[in-house]
């Protein structure tokens, strides 16, 4: 197997708060080959954002590497930086809060051209248009504030203006969560269209699981700033191993009134990351907990060839 | 009184709540938003009733129409929502006095929100804002009101109920604050509750904890729940009885199995289609089929289609769509909007 596209290696950032430190990304390890689609789920507050953040080096991380092409992004100096920005973007999730009211779409998607100095002034409108289109928008729609625009239409300017520079990488942050579910189906098929076309490497974030299960080649569930569970998406689907997936997976509602429901209900709410659990993060509300998982810290070991699980319990249940 | 006596015999026994032809329509200076045309439901004792729909559908405009809390500009422009209190008397919500809903209100019926945060006032701890509401209803003391509350805390399951009286909103996470939402609506024990959106901002793990604890008070408290949503999964695990909305309108209604086994209507069959499915999206070799989605976006309330709503995004629309559309019933307890929907099944 070639060398992986993306490589995290070790990635930590800790907030310090007056409260306390908050360890919101703990020491996460993962590879993304390059064309491929990983899944990032986990509840809110299991650093989900803040790990697709720092590796774009939008937070700037306190340990840990990033290797991009074999290349480590946090050590780039400035001007190296700005021209790997270039390879990586970000969507966002909120189409309202996350495009200028008082720019034009023309100024919106051209910025980012402009910033990276892409093409003369002239071809930038050539451009623009043809990134509307490619993301099934109008040419003509260049001309009209964000606020002419559905959320779906929006959030396609928002994916246009991330295409821009021609990025090979894209961190997509819970991207379709705010759309209507017919209008989130129209999303998702654009992205695996553009996926395709341009050979996109994409990290998408999600809490969404079937949204996740259907675009995703590999998926990593987050738990508290850790890796819980990480793998080829099918296997991790239908036969999760760590306890939170399971639990994550069956908590997920299904669209079948006649489905048996023999669910394993998680109890009570994601700790405190300012206080995590000592040794295994998820140890309080895990029904297989023991002694010993309050005293280790366990490690992502695999449990098949497609499965990788951070359980001291891991050959037991 | 008088509207109420005349409308007592249009209740069958076993309703709680009957709405029929109901109309919101928001009036400004130059034009009016039609946000619910002609909705009819009804809901049976000790039932949930699901009403399903996408932003803008109505859906949350209905419920509040039914309350009484329509802000200005709106007003009802038409119909009924005839409910059956605990004494016995059928009213017409749509026409009561503002003096007779509250005591109706967080009395007899209850309601829930989606932001648990924004329900709550946070300058009052939580044991205060529970005991309140049945301070309002109740000629209970302080203290009673205290034990009353903590009661209710326990029977929402939150831990160490006690202490957590003294807890103001922000001390709580979204699901803590949402059982204490339920709690406040719960404790005067009400007949019917509305419950608009409360699991869409929780975590999908919350949310089942919730779904399980609202499940579990309808079954020892025998109330009837009109569950407002967008999560046709979230649909599936509670609702005896759907509801689809479209742009303003019911456009099929059915018990929750039928409306799963067999939609009727084109927009219930595109939105059940347009969520991810494993069964569906990957044929046999595991290759990624292109999702179904719904093309175009949702009417304008200013300016809606002649004829069916859903025509001009529907792949099955004919030239006869723009005559009127009307919810007919197609099998027992089974209506749709869609002149077509026997040809499609």
Known sequence: MSAPYISVRNLTKTFHTPAGDVHAVNNVSFDIARGSVVGLVGESGSGKTTLGRTMLRLIEPTGGEVLVDGQDVLKLPHAAMKAMRKKMQIIFQDPFSSLNPRMRVDAIIGEALSTHKIGKRKERRDIVAGLLEEVGLQADHMSRYPHEFSGGQRQRIGIARALAVEPEFIVADESVSALDVSVQAQILNLMQDLREKRNLTILFIAHDLSVVEYLCDEVVVLYLGRIAETGIARPVYEQPAHPYTRALLSAAPTPDPRAVRNREILVGDIPSPLSPPSGCVFRTRCVYAQDRCAQEIPELAPVSAAQQIACLRAGEI | ?345
Not at chain 2, 8 to 25: F, G, I, M, Q, W
Not at chain 2, 118 to 136: A, K
Not at chain 2, 227 to 247: L, P, S
Request: overall charge neutral; glycine content about 8%.
């Open chain 2, 1 to 345: 009184m008088l509207e109420a006596i005349a409308a007592r015999p249009d209740l069958a026994e076993d309703l709680v709540l009957k709405v029929e032809n109901l109309s919101t329509h928001f009036v400004f200076k130059n034009r009016t938003a039609k946000a619910v045309r002609d909705v009819s439901f009804s809901l049976r004792k000790g039932q949930t009733l699901a009403i399903v729909g996408e932003s803008g559908s109505g859906k949350s405009v209905t419920s509040l129409t039914m309350m009484g809390l329509l802000g200005h500009p709106g007003k009802v422009a038409g119909g009924r929502a005839l409910y059956r209190r605990s004494n016995g008397e059928i009213v017409d919500l749509t026409k009561a006095s503002h003096r007779m809903m509250r005591t109706i209100r967080g009395k007899e019926i209850a309601m829930i929100f989606q932001e648990p945060m924004t329900s709550l006032n946070p300058l009052f701890t939580v044991g205060d804002q529970i005991g309140e509401m049945l301070r309002l209803h109740e000629p209970v003391s302080k203290d009673e009101a205290r034990a009353r509350a903590k009661a209710m805390l326990e029977l929402v399951e939150i831990p160490d109920a006690g202490r957590r009286l003294d807890d103001y909103p922000h001390h709580m996470s979204g699901g803590m604050r949402q059982r204490v939402m339920i709690a406040m609506s719960m404790i005067c024990n009400p007949q019917l509750l509305i419950a608009d959106e409360p699991t869409t901002a929780l975590d999908v793990t919350i949310q089942a904890q919730i779904l399980d604890l609202m499940r579990r008070l309808q079954r020892d408290m025998g109330m009837s729940i009109l569950f407002i949503t967008h999560n046709m999964g979230v649909v599936a695990e509670i609702a005896d009885e759907v509801a689809v909305m479209y742009a303003g309108e019911v456009v099929e209604q059915a018990p929750v199995n039928d409306l799963f086994d067999r939609s009727l209507h084109p927009y219930t069959k595109g939105l059940l289609a347009s969520i991810p499915n494993t069964g569906r999206d990957f044929d046999a070799n595991g290759v990624r089929q292109r999702l179904s989605s719904i093309d175009g976006v949702v009417p304008s309330l200013f300016a809606m289609p002649e004829g069916c709503s859903f025509a001009p995004r529907c792949k099955f629309a004919e030239p006869k769509c723009t005559g009127p559309a009307v919810l007919r019933t197609v099998a027992e307890g089974h209506l749709t909007r869609c002149w077509k929907s026997e040809m499609l099944a």
